[in-house]
């Protein structure tokens, strides 16, 4: 699908129109797609599948758009180097989750009722297929992958880190929303607003160390590694802090 050639040294104030339009529309695209389409109960029925496809779609794209492996991260003479990198970023966060979950007095901050009526087949599904296909695969592939690719093409380093990293933040808003209605937190609107702002912010902060970690590497499975530890330890930290209720096991959504 890819060329293997090396990553183009395309200066970005000499970017092609058709390059511009290609990051242009990545942009919109993903800003809309978690807001948009991940209202809908086929996208929440689907997910894995849904964001998998869209995953496909989007590395066609930027093949079309001559995007290559090398611009992507996904050489295969980088994996070892990005495995070595995101192992090595991902260790303290499963470290802290565990040592959350173990100790009584971090245990309350672990408390997310998307977990707490789990049983234990939902919650395997979650950190097996819905979060590592559906969430981190689907994500890197977007932003760190295709998304960073696109914008290097027409901006400068830095400046490409700061507007994929906006959108990503940008991309958390109704995740938020809702985890902030399900576990009852922020009840007014400017509470609220304010909550929303903030984990945007700090998605995007998030964004900008997968980029450096993408970058650093020169693979894509460097961010992988660390997202995944992230967004499965969490989970599971929480339903170790607070084992479901067997009485009243109900199935919630979880969205990242």
Request: contains cysteine; hydrophobic residues 50%.
């Given at each position: 699908?890819?060329?293997?050639?090396?990553?183009?040294?395309?200066?970005?104030?000499?970017?092609?129109?058709?390059?511009?339009?290609?990051?242009?529309?990545?942009?919109?695209?993903?800003?809309?797609?978690?807001?948009?389409?991940g209202v809908q109960p086929w996208h929440r029925r689907w997910y894995p599948v849904v964001n998998g496809f869209a995953a496909g779609v989007m590395l066609g794209a930027a093949a079309?758009?001559?995007?290559?492996?090398?611009?992507?991260?996904?050489?295969?003479?980088?994996?070892?180097?990005?495995?070595?990198?995101?192992?090595?970023?991902?260790?303290?966060?499963?470290?802290?989750?565990?040592?959350?979950?173990?100790?009584?007095?971090?245990?309350?901050?672990?408390?997310?009722?998307?977990?707490?009526?789990?049983?234990?087949?939902?919650?395997?599904?979650?950190?097996?297929?819905?979060?590592?296909?559906?969430?981190?695969?689907?994500?890197?592939?977007?932003?760190?992958?295709?998304?960073?690719?696109?914008?290097?093409?027409?901006?400068?380093?830095?400046?490409?880190?700061?507007?994929?990293?906006?959108?990503?933040?940008?991309?958390?808003?109704?995740?938020?929303?809702?985890?902030?209605?399900?576990?009852?937190?922020?009840?007014?609107?400017?509470?609220?607003?304010?909550?929303?702002?903030?984990?945007?912010?700090?998605?995007?902060?998030?964004?900008?160390?997968?980029?450096?970690?993408?970058?650093?590497?020169?693979?894509?499975?460097?961010?992988?590694?660390?997202?995944?530890?992230?967004?499965?330890?969490?989970?599971?930290?929480?339903?170790?802090?607070?084992?479901?209720?067997?009485?009243?096991?109900?199935?919630?959504?979880?969205?990242?």
């Amino acid at each position: 699908m890819f060329g293997s050639r090396v990553r183009s040294s395309r200066l970005p104030g000499r970017a092609r129109p058709a390059d511009v339009t290609f990051a242009v529309a990545a942009c919109i695209a993903l800003a809309d797609y978690n807001n948009l389409v991940g209202v809908q109960p086929w996208h929440r029925r689907w997910y894995p599948v849904v964001n998998g496809f869209a995953a496909g779609v989007m590395l066609g794209a930027a093949a079309a758009s001559g995007l290559t492996a090398d611009d992507l991260g996904l050489r295969r003479d980088r994996l070892r180097a990005g495995l070595r990198l995101g192992s090595s970023a991902a260790a303290p966060v499963v470290a802290a989750f565990g040592l959350g979950a173990l100790v009584p007095a971090t245990r309350p901050l672990l408390n997310d009722q998307r977990v707490a009526g789990l049983a234990r087949r939902q919650l395997a599904y979650q950190v097996l297929l819905r979060i590592p296909v559906g969430t981190v695969a689907w994500e890197e592939i977007a932003f760190r992958g295709v998304l960073q690719a696109a914008l290097r093409r027409v901006l400068a380093e830095p400046a490409a880190m700061v507007v994929g990293s906006a959108v990503f933040g940008l991309w958390h808003i109704r995740p938020t929303i809702e985890a902030l209605e399900v576990n009852r937190l922020a009840a007014g609107e400017g509470a609220r607003a304010f909550a929303v702002a903030g984990v945007a912010a700090g998605t995007a902060g998030a964004g900008a160390l997968l980029c450096l970690l993408r970058e650093r590497s020169g693979s894509l499975a460097a961010p992988v590694l660390l997202h995944l530890a992230a967004n499965c330890a969490g989970p599971l930290a929480s339903a170790l802090a607070r084992p479901p209720d067997r009485g009243s096991q109900r199935s919630t959504r979880m969205n990242s």
